[in-house]
């Protein structure tokens, strides 16, 4: 398959008229498949910060579920494109599973920017733990507060663990669970 190019296979699967879940190891551009935006209710894809149509992700207003994969970290471009990526991942209103795999965004950015959103019936959360060191547990505990108290529906929220060296991260959603028995707070490096 090192051979295939992806931009093709895409182009082909674009053509599909009844799609409606779709999953792709390699990199699959959206300004490719956002013929499919109508049908898709399932996505997982993985992305490069370098292509400059991550924001028509926000066309994919049907999907359900979506899971992405980041592929790479671009250290010159502190989190402004993860971040635009994200701002228009919010902006899917009946998104019920939202997986960001790999990504470095804070727990400030994604609770500020799931209080500006719509994620009114996201189930299932899956998100970094990428936490500043200066901020400290209970700045990080009041962001995951709001991501609680504002998507009303959530039922999972898992917490990536692959940096997470000394069990920080088991020890912070400890404090969590009491306060939100309706919540599953788990772990597991994404």
């Given at each position: ?115 500006r959103g719509k994620l ?20 990080d505990f009041a962001y ?43 772990t597991h490096p994404l």
């Amino acid at each position: 398959c090192s051979k295939l190019n992806t931009r093709e296979l895409a182009e082909w699967i674009s053509q599909c008229d009844d799609l409606k879940h779709l999953e792709l190891i390699a990199n699959c551009p959206f300004d490719i498949i956002q013929k499919l935006s109508v049908k898709l209710r399932a996505l997982r894809t993985e992305v490069t910060l370098m292509d400059n149509n991550l924001g028509l992700i926000q066309k994919f207003s049907n999907l359900r579920s979506l899971h992405v994969r980041l592929e790479a970290i671009i250290w010159d471009d502190p989190l402004q494109r993860e971040r635009l990526f994200f701002e228009a991942v919010v902006k899917l209103d009946g998104l019920e599973t939202l997986i960001l795999e790999n990504f470095s965004l804070e727990l400030n950015v994604i609770s500020r920017e799931l209080e500006r959103g719509k994620l009114r019936f996201l189930k299932n959360l899956e998100i970094p733990y990428a936490s500043s060191l200066s901020a400290g547990y209970e700045s990080d505990f009041a962001y995951v507060e709001t991501i609680a108290y504002t998507l009303k529906s959530l039922r999972y929220l898992v917490f990536d663990t692959t940096y997470d060296i000394n069990g920080i991260i088991i020890v912070f959603i400890h404090g969590l669970k009491a306060l939100f028995p309706h919540i599953n707070f788990l772990t597991h490096p994404l």
